[in-house]
């Protein structure tokens, strides 16, 4: 089991940014990525962005493209998430996640709230 714990979430303009971080503790070794997750209200969850631990491969959803970026401190066991040029429909509840193949999550955090005023 992978121990995921998540800071960073607040209140921000449009046009903002914030810097979300995850830490993951315990077999973090069993994970084959960290990802980003987040689910708005009356919406299903859905894939934010992802990066391997083996080559640090990154992928988005189409509609942070450009505008997030993930990233990892190996040495920390950390994954981040910078977010830029934040939108109001970025709103929501941001979940790390450490995901075990590419379509399957082994450990969800806690989440964090994300909010962007207009």
């Known amino acids: 089991q992978v121990e995921l714990v998540e800071s960073g979430g607040g209140l921000v303009q449009a046009g903002g940014s914030l810097r979300l971080s995850c830490a993951a503790s315990?077999?973090?070794?069993?994970?084959?990525?960290m990802g980003w997750f987040r689910q708005a209200p009356g919406k299903e969850r859905e894939f934010v962005a992802a990066?391997?631990?083996?080559?640090?491969?990154?992928y988005y959803v189409d509609s942070v493209k450009g505008r997030f970026t993930i990233s990892r401190a190996n040495a920390k066991n950390t994954v981040y998430l910078q977010m830029n040029s934040l939108k109001p429909e970025d709103t929501a509840v941001y979940y790390c996640?450490?995901?075990?193949?590419?379509?399957?999550?082994?450990?969800w955090g806690q989440g964090t709230q994300v909010t962007v005023s207009s």
């Open positions: 990066i391997k631990w083996s080559d640090g491969r990154r």
């Open positions: 315990g077999r973090t070794f069993s994970s084959y990525a």
């Open positions: 996640a450490a995901l075990v193949s590419d379509h399957d999550v082994g450990s």
